[in-house]
């Protein structure tokens, strides 16, 4: 006996619901025809709006406090410069194809953010970019290996270099792992047994970080008439076309979900938030330094120094407590006014013309519930209402920088990303509102005609 419903999952890492249903849905006929005959809408994303934690909060319908992931860096043991990085290990919690599995159905994953090093499952398992390349044990079984090399040669994890200046390379780089990872998914379609399925790919996420600037005309960096003006919209046309393949190869007894993590939109610069801090005296240094140096490099006063942020696409902030950092200079009885004033601090960043850009600081205990908040950062900063990234080295000579420390980035990460599901046996053709990335998982599991756990936190979708 197999499911009520077989379920494919396909993941675009980083698609916008502006962009996929407002802009250019004419120009996507298969996801067009899913958006009238299914159901459809924004889909709010975690806090914050980034792959990792993003897709396994997703997968497991828990937010990041339950999971105690808070990015793809996590501090350890309220250290100033200890993190680890957040693999397949350090989910704790149930996953879809965990839930799947146990019901006796067969699962297959391919590129799903964080499923590295595999686990055990009922079927089979293609990892994600977090591998360190193919020659490692990045399938299970192992022996999937093989069957990767058959069908698509040499399998493309990811890009390797995405912030380049070289697009051209850039490009060709993208379309060939894109095509690779829709070749090997056809092929698993076809050629193995399954009852629930997903794969994410990466592409669309590293097109916009690379290509944002060409084509959105208010950027501050774009350039009219520009040869890479249509390269983003060329790209989901090329997505589409491959959805389309894959739907050719469908039975009517599957359902479709076409989901993102997150969504994206222009980057209008970056704060440098320790310069900030050393401006505003949070943060003392005992010597300058020689050009830009990271965090865990700057001689930093830590005993005259109240708090330190790190980059990213938002900002971790933490304090620094006496009796829980080592050289804590904040009293832990002044530890809810000084955050709030330093809260309020932030609130007031302006851009380099002195306007307001609009900054959103957000408590943990207000955004997350679950054991691990004592391991989130102690404030989380949205800069600018996200359009502003953060970073985290110390040396610039404004708070204010327009190139990123990591290499050429247009774009950042937007709230809200995109569901789409489609039965091909029920014409629907709905537009749903209030969508959560934590509803995903329970609502798939209805649609099989699974119970659902009764600690996931998100709703089953009303179809």
């Not at 900030?276 to 020689?290: A, D, N, V, Y």
């Not at 408590?363 to 997350?368: D, G, L, N, V």
């Given at each position: 006996?197999?499911?009520?419903?077989k379920?494919?999952?396909?993941?675009?890492?980083?698609?916008a619901?502006?962009l996929?249903?407002d802009k250019?849905?004419?120009?996507?006929?298969?996801?067009?025809?899913?958006?009238?005959?299914?159901?459809?809408?924004?889909?709010?994303?975690?806090?914050?709006?980034?792959t990792?934690?993003?897709?396994?909060?997703?997968?497991?319908?828990?937010?990041?406090?339950?999971?105690?992931?808070?990015g793809?860096r996590?501090?350890?043991?309220?250290?100033?410069d200890?993190?680890?990085?957040?693999?397949?290990?350090a989910?704790k919690e149930?996953?879809?194809?965990?839930?799947?599995?146990?019901?006796?159905?067969k699962?297959?994953?391919?590129?799903v953010?964080?499923?590295?090093?595999?686990?055990?499952?009922n079927?089979f398992?293609?990892?994600?970019?977090l591998?360190?390349?193919?020659?490692?044990?990045?399938?299970?079984?192992?022996?999937i290996?093989d069957?990767?090399?058959?069908a698509v040669?040499?399998?493309?994890?990811?890009?390797?270099?995405?912030?380049?200046?070289?697009?051209?390379?850039?490009?060709?780089?993208?379309?060939e792992?894109?095509?690779?990872?829709?070749?090997?998914v056809?092929?698993?379609?076809?050629?193995?047994?399954w009852h629930?399925?997903?794969?994410?790919?990466?592409?669309?996420?590293?097109?916009?970080?690379?290509?944002?600037?060409?084509?959105?005309k208010?950027?501050?960096?774009?350039e009219?008439?520009?040869?890479?003006?249509?390269?983003?919209?060329?790209?989901?046309?090329?997505l589409?076309?491959?959805?389309?393949?894959?739907?050719?190869?469908?039975?009517?007894?599957?359902?479709v979900?076409?989901?993102?993590?997150?969504?994206?939109?222009?980057m209008?610069?970056?704060?440098?938030?320790?310069d900030?801090?050393?401006?505003?005296?949070?943060?003392?240094?005992?010597?300058?330094?020689?050009g830009?140096?990271?965090?865990?490099?700057?001689?930093?006063?830590?005993?005259?120094t109240?708090?330190?942020?790190?980059?990213g696409?938002?900002?971790?902030?933490?304090?620094?407590v006496?009796?829980?950092?080592?050289?804590?200079?904040?009293d832990?009885?002044?530890?809810?006014?000084?955050r709030?004033?330093?809260?309020e601090?932030?609130?007031?960043?302006?851009?380099?013309?002195?306007?307001?850009?609009?900054?959103?600081?957000i408590?943990?205990?207000?955004?997350?519930t679950?054991p691990?908040?004592?391991?989130?950062?102690?404030?989380?900063?949205?800069?600018?209402?996200?359009?502003?990234?953060?970073?985290?080295?110390?040396g610039?000579d404004?708070?204010?920088?327009?190139?990123?420390?990591?290499?050429?980035?247009d774009?950042?990460?937007?709230?809200?990303?995109?569901?789409?599901?489609?039965?091909?046996?029920?014409?629907r053709?709905?537009k749903?509102?209030?969508?959560?990335?934590?509803d995903?998982?329970?609502?798939v599991?209805?649609?099989?005609?699974?119970?659902?756990?009764?600690?996931?936190?998100?709703?089953?979708?009303q179809?």
């Open positions: 006996m197999g499911p009520k419903r379920v494919l999952i396909i993941g675009l890492d980083c698609a619901p502006d996929v249903f250019w849905l004419d120009d996507l006929p298969n996801i067009k025809r899913m958006v009238e005959g299914g159901v459809w809408g924004p889909l709010k994303s975690t806090i914050p709006p980034i990792i934690p993003a897709w396994q909060c997703m997968v497991t319908s828990k937010n990041p406090g339950q999971l105690g992931i808070f793809f996590n501090r350890s043991e309220y250290s100033y200890n993190f680890w990085i957040a693999n397949s290990t989910i149930p996953t879809l194809w965990d839930v799947v599995g146990r019901e006796g159905y699962v297959g994953m391919v590129g953010p964080q499923t590295y090093p595999p686990r055990p499952v079927g398992m293609v990892t994600d970019w591998a360190p390349d193919t020659n490692s044990d990045y399938t299970f079984p192992e022996y290996k069957e990767v090399k058959m040669g040499d399998y493309m994890l990811d890009c390797e270099k995405f912030r380049t200046e070289n697009k051209d390379e850039l490009l060709e780089e993208i379309y792992m894109t095509e690779k990872r829709f070749d090997l056809k092929h698993f379609l076809t050629a193995e047994p629930f399925f997903m794969f994410v790919e990466i592409g669309l996420d590293r097109i916009h970080h690379g290509f944002w600037k060409f084509f959105d208010t950027h501050r960096k774009y009219a008439g520009n040869k890479y003006e249509n390269a983003i919209l060329e790209y989901h046309k090329y589409d076309k491959r959805i389309g393949d894959l739907l050719e190869v469908l039975d009517e007894d599957t359902t979900l076409v989901v993102s993590d997150h969504g994206s939109k222009k209008e610069g970056a704060i440098n938030v320790n900030w801090l050393i401006q505003e005296g949070l943060m003392t240094l005992k010597s300058k330094p020689e830009l140096v990271k965090l865990e490099k700057a001689d930093i006063d830590w005993e005259k109240k708090a330190w942020g790190l980059g696409y938002y900002c971790r902030l933490f304090l620094n006496k009796g829980r950092e080592k050289q804590g200079a904040i832990p009885t002044d530890y809810e006014k000084a709030d004033e330093i809260a601090k932030l609130r007031g960043i302006t851009d380099e013309n002195g306007k307001n850009i609009g900054t959103r600081v408590k943990p205990q207000e955004a997350y679950g691990n908040l004592d391991q989130a950062p102690d404030l989380i900063v949205y800069f600018g209402d996200l359009y502003w990234r953060s970073t985290g080295t110390i610039h404004s708070i204010h920088s327009f190139e990123t420390e990591v290499g050429p980035d774009a950042v990460h937007a709230e809200h990303g995109i569901f789409v599901l489609w039965d091909p046996k029920v014409k053709g709905k749903l509102e209030n969508l959560e990335i934590y995903v998982a329970p609502t599991l209805d649609v099989m005609g699974i119970d659902v756990p009764e600690d996931m936190e998100g709703k089953v979708i179809l």
